[in-house]
């Protein structure tokens, strides 16, 4: 498997960006298709945006979609989370996660590797 680490969260005012970071090691990053998951507390966590490994195919959730950019560079083995006109309702924990084999899925279990997550506090 693949280890993932986040970085890049923080806290913001509604209306300003973040830009979120995943950055692989351990396997051939290039291999695998990589999602951006998020959990608000008392929330499931669910998908927000995900790319496919040649970045070819990538997919939002309506709540992000015009806001939110997912992006990778397979040459420094990151996906990058680009966050625009952040509202409150995007406060989450934000985890990126990869998965080995198949394209963009929205099913936790589909993805074998996981980073330990980074918060993102949107204040009204």
């Known amino acids: 498997q693949v280890q993932l680490v986040e970085s890049g969260g923080g806290l913001v005012q509604a209306g300003g960006s973040l830009r979120l970071s995943c950055a692989a090691s351990g396997r051939t990053f290039s291999d695998y298709t990589v999602g951006w998951f998020r959990q608000a507390p008392g929330k499931e966590r669910g998908l927000v945006t995900a790319v496919s490994w040649s970045g070819g195919s990538t997919w939002y959730t309506d709540s992000v979609k015009g806001r939110f950019t997912i992006s990778r560079d397979n040459t420094k083995n990151t996906v990058y989370l680009q966050m625009n006109s952040l509202k409150p309702e995007d406060t989450a924990v934000y985890y990126c996660?990869?998965?080995?084999?198949?394209?963009?899925?929205?099913?936790?279990?589909?993805?074998?590797?996981w980073g330990q997550g980074t918060q993102v506090t949107v204040s009204s």
């Open positions: 996660a990869a998965r080995a084999r198949g394209g963009i899925s929205s099913q936790l279990s589909d993805y074998g590797s």
